[in-house]
């Protein structure tokens, strides 16, 4: 027999084994404390997840109590700042007459103007002729005066709280007229004269109702009953409707102890801005009638 090339004829054509890692058939101890953080990792996600669905569930829970209580506190504050507002800066009035015709409009049971008076300005300057005063009517403007209070002591005690959070109007005799005349000047309107006269001099008052509402002296350059000369106490003012024939203003008070004019201290505001209805929104003219 031929030999083959040296080492072939005698090879064994089985395979030899594969041996295997000791680290396969035996873990070593530091595959095991690999494992076991592995699966110590996995059981802690696990309690983590468990711990934020309780904590979310608790968290909402928490959220609702807090929203209960913050909701007192935040109507406590809004009347607070209700209270403010309307008593240092500024408030709302219902015009309920004709007497300051056309410049705001009210009667008797129809939609009358709603008027925002700024009490803020009159805390720096002073009122001036011309101007739109929203004030507290003197003794002897109150003859007509009804109060707006309920006879039942529980609902006036109601009425009383909702006038100082300015639900309510307050239970007095507030008025609005226009400043004709200051402290120191002389104020008439007499037979011959060509209008109401201010130390002399014929006003111009683009703002009054022409023609005027056809009552007694409505013909007459006056619009009413002649008065004067008054002369004005200081630190007191001459008001005067813009719908003359029908205005109970100074004119009507002349026999009281301040000759018709209204002290400084009831007025409670300058008018500014009518603010309902929609239809009548814009700003309350105040020009100068002496100028």
């Known amino acids: 027999m031929t030999e083959g090339p040296a080492g072939t004829a005698d090879a064994d054509p089985t395979p030899p084994p594969v041996r295997v890692p000791d680290s396969d058939r035996n873990p070593t101890p530091d595959t095991a404390a690999q494992e076991g953080a592995e699966s110590s990792r996995a059981g802690q996600d696990k309690a983590e997840q468990d711990t934020a669905g309780s904590s979310g569930r608790g968290g ?29 800066i500024a408030r709302v009035y219902l015009i309920p007459s004709q007497s300051m015709e ?16 700024d009490k803020l300005s009159y805390r720096f300057t002073d ?20 109060s707006n209070r309920s006879k039942n002591v529980v609902i006036r005690g109601l009425q009383n709280i909702g006038s100082v959070i300015g639900l309510v109007p307050p239970d007095e005799n507030d008025l609005v007229k226009r400043i004709i005349a200051t402290g120191g000047q002389t104020v008439q309107c007499l037979p011959g004269d060509a209008g109401i006269k201010v130390n002399g001099k014929v006003l111009n008052e683009p703002y009054r109702k022409n023609p005027p509402t056809p009552l007694p002296g409505a013909d007459s350059p006056c619009q009413g009953p002649y008065f004067g000369p008054v002369t004005v106490p200081k630190g007191d003012y001459w008001v005067m409707g813009d719908n003359r024939t029908n205005s109970a203003d100074s004119r009507y008070h002349m026999g009281d102890d301040l000759q018709g004019t209204v002290p400084r201290s009831d007025i ?21 009638p002496q100028s």
Do not use: M, Y
């Open 268 to 288: 409670i505001g300058k008018a500014r801005f009518i603010v309902l209805p929609p239809s009548r929104w814009g700003s309350i003219s105040s020009p100068n």
């Open 127 to 146: 009122p001036r002729p011309g101007d739109v005063v929203v004030f507290k009517g003197p003794p002897s403007w109150d003859n007509e005066f009804v």
């Open 102 to 117: 056309p410049t705001l409009h009210g009667c008797p049971g129809c939609t009358g103007d709603r008027i925002l008076v």
């Open 60 to 88: 909402r829970a928490r959220k609702s109590r807090s929203l209960w209580k913050e909701i007192p506190i935040l109507i406590v504050v809004a009347l607070v700042l209700s209270v403010v507002l309307q008593t240092f």
